[in-house]
């Protein structure tokens, strides 16, 4: 069965990085998607961007595009979201998602509906 597990979190001042990481399992070798979301205190779920397996293709919302860079090694089931300059907007518990049908980043790739598994969540906090 899929599952996936989001680590990396923590607190880092404005202007600085994290590392986030999704370890992915149960896919095979299919042209699978895995994608981030994250969701602030008294926000709905907010897609951040997607990375297809096979193809490596990207998207990004352009809130986080050209800030943050989502990476994979699929041979360690690993995909990655490297978050730089971030801002106290960017405070947020951030999900690993992946949807049930192979394909890739869905069109809707920032839609929740699109997915069917998640991760547990890992926190981000962006301090002044």
């Known amino acids: 069965d899929v599952q996936l597990q989001a680590s990396g979190g923590g607190l880092v001042q404005a202007g600085g990085s994290l590392r986030l990481s999704c370890l992915a399992s149960?896919?095979?070798?299919?042209?699978?998607?895995i994608a981030w979301f994250r969701q602030a205190p008294g926000k709905e779920r907010e897609g951040v961007s997607c990375?297809?397996?096979?193809?490596?293709?990207?998207d990004y919302v352009d809130s986080v595009r050209g800030r943050f860079t989502i990476s994979s090694d699929n041979a360690k089931n690993l995909v990655y979201l490297q978050l730089n300059s971030l801002k106290r907007e960017d405070t947020a518990v951030y999900y690993c998602?992946?949807?049930?049908?192979?394909?890739?980043?869905?069109?809707?790739?920032?839609?929740?509906?699109?997915?069917?598994?998640w991760g547990q969540g890992t926190q981000v906090t962006v301090s002044s």
């Open positions: 998602a992946a949807p049930k049908v192979a394909g890739g980043c869905p069109g809707r790739f920032d839609d929740p509906y699109e997915y069917d598994y």
């Open positions: 149960g896919f095979g070798d299919d042209d699978y998607a």
């Open positions: 990375i297809s397996s096979r193809t490596r293709s990207t």
